[in-house]
């Protein structure tokens, strides 16, 4: 499944209504470590189509950044049925992220 671009207008159906675990991605096109765990974001929306994949640019969705608190990026934060059940900053091994997930 490909990595959904989330935003303000798509956030309550695409992550709070979900019938799948969902993983957010908050990024800025600027952050190196971002670019970096990017293909790895990329990779676990391929290989894994129970998991809904999101990217969220705090650049272009400051709302979405503050709903979540978002200090530093990335950050990865899992949903699951509404809520929020973990969030970790900073580059993370795909294992990590997926055991956030499982």
């Known amino acids: 499944m490909a990595v959904i671009e989330i935003t303000s207008a798509n956030f309550k159906t695409e992550v709070l209504e979900s019938d799948k675990p969902v993983l957010l ?4 096109s600027w952050c190196g470590p971002c670019r970096m765990l990017s293909p790895v974001i990329d990779e676990i929306a391929e290989e894994n189509p129970d998991i809904k994949v999101g990217k969220v640019n705090v ?3 400051s709302s979405l950044a ?3 608190s978002i ?3 990335p950050t990865i934060a899992v949903i699951k049925n509404g809520q929020t059940v973990d969030i970790k900053v900073g580059v993370r091994p795909k294992q990590e992220i997926l055991s956030m997930v499982k």
């Open 59 to 61: 650049d272009e969705q």
């Open 71 to 73: 200090m530093s990026i």
């Open 25 to 28: 991605d908050f990024w800025a």
């Open 66 to 68: 503050q709903k979540f």
